[in-house]
């Protein structure tokens, strides 16, 4: 899944993809680059953010999803609002992402329900601006797995098809540095829900340091990230979101063919 940005403010390439054709160019640049899905936003989520208006949202994505899938290219759609969903998937998207699990818009699982969309439910505990006050778990695995799947049964009686859910456990969101290692290290835990896991690791913050100098750019964490992907990989994961897919699709590359020549 690459990651495509139309905001101004995102935390490693805030408005390098704000007008329409520079998203749809690096669109392009990131299906030639190995991404399978191009997951398109158009309001930050970092930690922190203020939250955009419906109407600028749907003005930032929708031509941009339009044209993405009149070209043929799998697009989901990064949304917290049900009318950007909706909109969204009537021009052609095939997936929701929804960071909140379709908590932050009561009207999000009525309208997956009726489009039959994909429905990506990430591990949620309130918006950007506050959601750095709500990191204390006594066991971060465990908690964050029963609140998954809590919110997974919650909209399933709301009328979501099992099929059509993918979870997220939600790395950097309401989580401390170490934590995210540690649900990283528990992957099987999600995993044992039964339902496809997606994995967004890319470029966050707990990376660090890790693979590339402290206090360096996010971009510059692009490696571990590619890392991670392939460990997910490993492990089983539906799929891995990332803004750089080069990376990652040449570990994915190197990992096919050793398991080729040991088969």
């Given at each position: ?11 490693s390439?805030?408005g ?14 990131l ?11 158009g ?6 953010a203020e ?10 994505v ?12 799998a ?5 917290m ?6 909109r ?24 997956v329900r ?6 990506v ?6 918006h ?6 709500n990191?204390e ?13 809590l919110?997974?049964?919650?909209l399933?009686?709301?009328g ?7 979870i ?7 989580k ?9 290290a528990?992957y099987?835990?999600?995993a ?8 967004a690791?890319?470029?966050?913050r707990?990376?660090?340091?890790v693979?590339?100098?402290a206090g360096?750019p ?11 992907s ?5 492990r089983g994961?539906?799929g ?11 570990v ?8 080729a020549a040991?088969?």
């Open positions: 899944m690459g990651i495509l940005n139309v905001t101004p403010d995102s935390f390439d805030g390098l993809h704000l007008a329409v054709d520079a998203a749809i160019a690096h669109a392009r640049d299906v030639r680059a190995g991404a399978d899905l191009v997951d398109v936003g309001e930050s989520t970092r930690p922190g939250r955009v208006p419906v109407a600028v949202e749907q003005q930032r929708l031509p941009v999803v339009r044209q993405l899938v009149s070209e043929g290219i697009v989901s759609v990064d949304t609002n049900a009318s950007t969903a909706e969204a998937v009537e021009a052609g998207a095939a997936i929701v992402n929804d960071v909140s699990g379709g908590l932050a818009d009561d009207d999000m699982a009525r309208v009726d489009t039959g969309a994909g429905f439910v990430m591990h949620w505990r309130g950007s601006d506050r959601m750095h006050r990191a778990y006594a066991h971060a695995v465990e908690e964050v797995r029963r609140e998954v799947e919110r997974v049964a919650e399933i009686v709301l979501i098809r099992e099929e059509q859910v993918v997220d456990p939600g790395l950097g969101f309401a401390h540095g170490a934590q995210n290692w540690e649900i990283l528990g099987e835990r999600f044992s829900i039964g339902l496809p896991v997606l994995v690791a890319s470029r966050k707990f990376l660090d340091g693979g590339s100098a360096a996010p971009r510059d964490r692009d490696l571990a990230t590619a890392a991670i392939l460990l997910a990989a490993e994961a539906w891995v979101r990332v803004h750089d897919p080069a990376p990652t699709r040449a994915l590359d190197v990992w096919d063919a050793w398991r040991r088969s």
